[in-house]
């Protein structure tokens, strides 16, 4: 059997890091066991879902390094769910109902005044057909549920009814269908909701794990139930955590809230958003991973905690900066070039910045700094203004090489008797403008002799 797992969002908003999560933890799967990966988008709801939002869904993936092997819509496949409805209609586990949601609601207080939970009833299986022909003449059009199977003969009297699995991350599960409402399937306007098309697609595209947010377990019990009427095995399925902020706040598509599209803006590397969407709320320590493979590595669904996990986005900034310092100037050199940064000094500079960057971006900054010098040229006391006068008096002529530095610092200490931070502030603050930054023994040969001159005060 070829394991093939999915990933199926609806297209109504940019997805977030929690999104990505569930994404990476399908990919990793498939990759550990040479399987497929589906991108299937949950569009029934035609109202709210647009084409963009399941285009940029695409992109992030793409731009986390996650490429599916096929794409579906399920919007272009209501005759595969039609033929479905009409199969369990057939085996009268499909039945029509015509309460009002105020009706509905009414009863569930009632229920609730009784002591009995909250559940729907099924009076709609005890309607003769002259209050459905009364219904009907008012205009009301059915909604249809699924006949949960937690019945000896009786559907009226319900009883306890295990359904069980053993989940790939969670372990043994159970729910029970007696404290479940028998779910709608098939709304008035006969459009569908998410658990019928995805059960449905399951079956037709041979998903064989299905691999989601913990959100989604009671949901599990009831989708086996539909997998069972549609003559079909389950998959095998397994719920990790849901990510939540440091206040224990939801994520959303809606809000856009830490979505794939704003990290990438704010020059955050996908694999440290990959490092973090998968390791945090796991036993493994959560290290940025040079690439996927390195990742899928570390990645095992079993090991992942079942409270949810909050993070701090800050976190993203020190992968990020991890990501950075070990950046081969092979992997940088095309970003670098669309910043401007090219030529015989690209390398050598990339090489010398990279262990002080936060963001790739960053490195632009400092590419001016070393061709045109400080940006916002320091203030100097008058005995630093004489300290680097002396200084600068002192610089060795050319060719340079690794040394430079040391020599001239060596000359500075012996004729002035400065040393250490008195020596070394002044100097980088009239070479870069800035107190701290890349070894200036490497920025120096990059400068050159005449640029270093430049720059005296």
């Known amino acids: 059997m070829t394991v093939t797992v999915r990933f199926a969002p609806s297209p109504t908003g940019r997805i977030h890091i929690g999104n990505a999560r569930t994404a990476l933890f399908n990919w990793l799967f498939a990759m550990n066991n040479k399987g497929r990966f589906i991108q299937r988008f949950d569009d029934t709801d035609v109202a709210r879902s647009r084409q963009e939002f399941a285009d940029s869904i695409l992109y992030d993936l793409h731009w ?66 002259e209050q ?76 064989s794990h299905v691999i989601r947010g913990d959100d989604h377990v009671t949901n599990t019990g009831v989708q086996i139930s539909i997998f069972k009427a549609l003559g079909a095995e389950p998959p095998v399925f ?10 224990g706040e939801g994520l959303s598509k809606r809000t856009g809230a830490l979505s794939i599209e704003s990290l ?7 694999m440290a958003v990959a490092s973090l969407a998968v390791l945090v709320g796991t036993s493994e320590n959560v290290t940025a991973a040079h690439d996927l493979a390195e990742l899928a590595g570390h990645f095992d669904p079993a090991a992942t905690s079942k409270s949810a996990s909050k993070f701090d986005p800050d976190e993203l900034f020190v992968l990020n900066r ?24 690209a390398e050598p500079f990339w090489l010398a910045v990279r262990g002080n960057l936060d963001r790739l971006s960053d490195a632009l900054a400092w590419w001016r700094i070393l061709n045109d010098g400080p940006q916002e040229p320091a203030e100097f006391s008058g005995e630093d203004r004489d300290f680097l006068h002396q200084a600068f008096e002192l610089l060795p002529e050319e060719p340079w090489n690794g040394t430079m530095w040391k020599d001239w610092t060596g000359k500075i200490r012996e004729a002035t008797g400065r040393k250490g931070k008195p020596l070394f502030m002044p100097l980088r603050l009239a070479l870069t403008g800035r107190t701290s930054g890349p070894e200036l023994s490497d920025l120096l040969p990059l400068m050159g002799r005449e640029g270093t001159l430049a720059r005296r005060p």
């Not at 199977?149 to 269908?177: A, H, I, K, M, Y």
């Not at 310092?325 to 095309?334: K, L, N, P, T």
């Open 64 to 129: 986390l390094g996650i490429f599916p092997d096929v794409t579906e819509y399920q919007s272009r496949r209501f005759e595969i769910y039609d033929a479905a409805v009409e199969r369990l209609k057939a085996a009268r586990v499909l039945y029509a109902c015509y309460e009002t949601p105020e009706e509905l609601d009414l009863r569930r207080k009632v229920r609730r005044t009784r002591g009995l939970p909250p559940v729907y009833g099924r009076e709609a299986l005890t309607l003769t057909p």
């Open 264 to 270: 990438r803006g704010d020059g955050i590397e996908p």
């Open 238 to 247: 397994g719920h990790h955590n849901l990510l939540t902020t440091v206040s």
């Open 322 to 345: 991890t990501l950075m310092h070990h950046m081969s100037f092979e992997e940088a050199r095309d970003r670098l070039i669309v910043l401007g940064i090219s030529g015989d000094k």
């Open 132 to 207: 459905v022909a009364e219904y009907q003449s008012d205009g009301r059009k059915p909604h249809w549920r699924f006949l949960l199977p937690n019945f000896t003969s009786d559907p009226l009297q319900p009883e306890r009814t295990e359904v069980q699995w053993d989940d790939l991350v969670r372990g043994e599960e159970t729910v029970d269908l007696a404290s479940l409402s028998d779910p709608v399937l098939v709304r008035e306007d006969g459009t569908y909701l998410y658990t019928l098309p995805s059960v449905v697609d399951d079956i037709e595209m041979g998903v």
